[in-house]
């Protein structure tokens, strides 16, 4: 199964902004990541950075005039239109906003997008005074009425050297909007699904955790996942180094005590949960207030248990838990469906290298709430979310 991006018929518009040189490092990404990009440049954007940096990076010819005779298609802006699976605009400037705005066709750009049915991503990038201007705020508004996704643009520092909102969202922010303006309308559209993901950490004092190895790629993956099919997600992440996905509410929690409480409170409207975080089974019975000194050979903490948040959490949505095991791994996970009321569980080995923590694969046997087991091959960790999006699916009601 491939990823969001493998073989899609990307179009790439790039127009005069000072952030041009960005959406080199975004075509590379896209090319990367399996896609074909076309790139279409205005003729402000060659001002700033040249069709050849495009076409040798993508290996796809590049169009910058709408009527070249030497061009490879037969009407190139139909041709490229009707193919496209997304047209994306980064940098879309605010001479272009207002062109689309006004339903313009008098560059190949503007003309492709007349002449798409496909969905159209637009990440504006300019001065904020241009950004906050008037015109562009009503330009930018009727784009969305039309149904375009607009992509930030982000706070910080612009090339004027002023502060204020006008940066081109960075790529993994770009690549996270395309994928979710590809699956904006799938068959996730109008659900919301809460997962939670990373390790907890239960203080022993101020200074001392106790946690574990989950690195927070499998719930990550799958927030990724359910976003690319048009969910509304909640992501309720405990320790973890990775970035914030992009249109996923990221709600940072530590202990697994926060964890319940916010899962809790978001599943009253969810229609699915997904529990792929490592929730400690026990913390400390007392947070000591001050940093316990080294002074005697051997020191004792006292654990209590921890709220199970999969049994606590009950409601009418489809709850879907994870059995991370190194023994006994099908009768723990079955025991598991039992007890917790779960519609499937998503088993993996620690003891295989190609599953569990830290790695970006996993290989995970699915049991459902009628204890039917079934193996699925190794495969990248969305990948094995899309199969848990397949399965949670079929579970929705009507
Ligand atoms: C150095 C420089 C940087 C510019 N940066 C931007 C920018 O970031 N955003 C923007 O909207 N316009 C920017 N402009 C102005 C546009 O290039 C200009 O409005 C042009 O007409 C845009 O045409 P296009 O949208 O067809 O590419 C810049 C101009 C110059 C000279």
């Known amino acids: 199964m491939p990823g969001p991006l493998e073989g899609k018929h990307i179009v790439l518009g790039v127009t005069g902004s000072i952030a041009c040189y960005k959406a080199i490092d975004l075509a590379s990404k896209l090319t990367q990541a399996g896609a074909l990009v076309d790139t279409i440049m205005s003729y402000g954007a060659t001002q700033f950075v040249t069709p050849l ?19 490879e ?3 190139e802006h139909v041709a490229l239109a009707h193919q496209a699976d997304v047209v994306v605009i980064a940098p879309a400037t605010a001479h272009c906003i207002a062109k689309l705005a006004q339903g313009l066709a008098d560059d190949p750009l503007t003309t492709t997008i007349i002449a798409t049915t496909a969905p159209v991503m637009v990440a504006p990038a300019m001065d904020a005074n241009m950004f906050d201007n008037p015109a562009t705020q009503e330009n930018v508004d009727t784009l969305k009425r039309r149904g375009m996704v607009i992509a930030g643009p982000a706070p910080g520092r612009l090339a004027s050297g002023l502060m204020g909102m006008g940066r081109l969202l960075e790529t993994p922010d770009l690549l996270g909007y395309i994928s979710y ?25 101020p200074v001392r955790v106790i946690t574990n190895h989950s690195s927070g790629k499998m719930g ?29 509410n990221v709600v940072r929690v530590r202990s697994a005590q926060d964890m319940c409480d916010e899962v809790l409170r978001q599943v009253k409207t969810a229609d699915a949960l997904i529990m792929a975080a490592a929730v400690a089974d026990y913390r400390p019975a007392s947070e000591a207030e001050q ?70 694969t996993n290989k995970v046997t699915f049991i459902d709430g009628d204890l039917k087991v079934e193996d699925l091959p190794v495969m990248t960790k969305y990948e094995v979310s899309q199969c848990i999006l397949d399965r949670i699916h079929q579970l929705f009601p009507a």
Do not use: C, W
């Open 291 to 360: 940093k316990i000194k080294k002074s005697a050979d051997d020191l004792t903490i006292e654990l209590a248990k921890t709220t199970d948040i999969l049994e606590a959490a009950r409601g009418n949505f489809v709850k879907v838990g994870f059995a991370a095991e190194t023994q006994d791994l099908i009768p723990n996970a079955r025991d598991k469906v039992t007890r917790k009321g779960l519609d499937l569980i998503v088993a993996n080995d620690l003891t295989d290298p190609q599953a569990g923590f830290g790695v970006d």
């Open 220 to 248: 990550y993956a799958i927030a990724e996942a359910a976003r690319d099919r048009g969910a509304e997600v909640v992501l309720v992440a405990a320790s973890t180094s990775l970035p914030d996905p992009a249109l996923v």
């Open 181 to 205: 303006t590809m699956g904006k309308d799938a068959d996730f559209k109008g659900r919301k699904v809460v997962v939670s993901a990373g390790g907890t950490m239960e203080a022993i004092d």
């Open 73 to 75: 298609y037969s009407i």
């Open 53 to 71: 940096a495009f076409r040798s990076i993508t290996h796809r010819a590049v169009v910058t005039d709408t009527y070249d005779s030497n061009s």
